[in-house]
């Protein structure tokens, strides 16, 4: 399984942007995709989690901000974000675990960056 994401730039601050995750592959092993975030000399976190049947979860100091989906007939997973502020910038990677939890897959992320 590959993943590449796109979407990442510069954005003003209160701006939006939309993330994109295509996957190819052997796409049929993927249950579950997530995306992480990593802010310069900051721990990689995860931001939102989706299972294949559309469950999602955050993490909660980011709920309202983010929002995951995804479109399973394209093999893609989407992250929008609103409101962004320059403690939003950070490389965002998308992550996919496969029905047996035991392997997982990264891309090689997209860098946002929130400044004026």
């Known amino acids: 399984v590959q993943l590449v994401e796109s979407g990442g730039g510069l954005v003003q601050p209160g701006g939006s942007l939309r993330l994109s995750c295509a996957a190819s592959g052997h796409t049929s092993s993927i249950n579950a995709m997530s995306w992480y975030r990593q802010a310069p000399g900051k721990r990689r976190e995860l931001v939102a989690f989706i299972s294949f049947g559309g469950i999602t979860d955050y993490e909660p100091s980011l709920k309202g901000q983010f929002t995951i989906s995804r479109d399973n007939a394209k093999n893609t997973a989407y992250l929008e974000i609103h409101s962004l502020k320059p403690e939003d910038t950070a490389v965002y990677y998308c992550?996919?675990?496969?029905?047996?939890?035991?392997?997982?897959?990264w891309g090689q992320g997209t860098r946002v960056t929130v400044s004026s």
């Open positions: 992550n996919a675990k496969d029905w047996t939890g035991t392997s997982e897959y």
